[in-house]
């Protein structure tokens, strides 16, 4: 069974300051995505990430995907309230016969104002 | 009306009852979705059908039975439910079966 694992699971700062969230395997991804879930609504994707050591940026947010590609992050530069939600990484596992997603159990993130 | 709608958004049920979940999507995608997400853990997919034939399967119970009428439309019936059922029930689609998925809201289930 592959795991995903995410850190921290949950997370609550203060708005301004600054985060960085982790999402890690011990297989290759063959690709990563990034979710974002508020209460009572389904996942959003946010960010896909393909190419190991790519960066995307999505304003605020910035996501690395790993050299080795079992690893990602999202980092998020003076947060918002709104950015309070679910933070949901899901990858497709290189070699593996089907288009599954593998999600983590995510990261609770709260801004407070 | 766009996008993925599911209903009922909440449901309460005895271990007894048959209901079904709806799922629409108003997207034309050719591949839909079942996801349970439960506290603490992970969103676990349960089945996949892509142009109206189940693709995946993974090994669900078998008081989870799925419909999928055409292209537009999936349900999720469920009949004899255990309390370690409740959950949220999430489905999703895609153009293709691998291609970026669309999530709808989730009906949260309650088994007494």
């Known amino acids: 069974t592959q795991l995903l694992e995410q850190s921290p699971q949950f997370l609550s700062i203060q708005e301004g300051e600054n985060l960085t969230v982790y999402c890690n395997s011990s297989s290759v991804f063959s690709s990563l995505q990034w979710y974002r879930q508020e209460p009572g609504e389904g996942p959003v994707l946010l960010v896909t990430v393909v190419t190991g050591g790519e960066v995307k940026k999505l304003k605020r947010l910035t996501f690395q995907f790993g050299d080795a590609r079992k690893d990602s992050s999202l980092h998020i530069t003076a947060a918002q309230p709104g950015d309070t939600g679910l933070y949901l990484c899901?990858?497709?596992?290189?070699?593996?016969?089907?288009?599954?997603?593998?999600f983590g159990k995510g990261t609770k993130l709260s801004v407070i104002p | 009306e766009t996008g993925v709608t599911q209903t009922p958004r909440h449901l309460v049920m005895g271990m007894t009852n048959k209901k079904s979940l709806k799922c629409e999507q108003h997207l034309g995608h050719n591949a839909m979705y079942w996801y349970k997400q439960s506290a603490k853990k992970p969103l676990e997919l349960m089945f996949v059908y892509s142009l109206e034939e189940r693709v995946e399967n993974n090994s669900v119970p078998s008081r989870f039975s799925p419909e999928c009428p055409n292209s537009s439309h999936l349900f999720l019936h469920l009949h004899t439910l255990q309390p370690e059922d409740s959950a949220l029930y999430l489905c999703a689609s895609s153009r293709g079966w691998g291609d970026e998925q669309f999530f709808g809201p989730g009906t949260r289930l309650t088994v007494l």
């Open positions: 899901a990858g497709r596992y290189s070699g593996a016969g089907s288009y599954q997603l593998t």
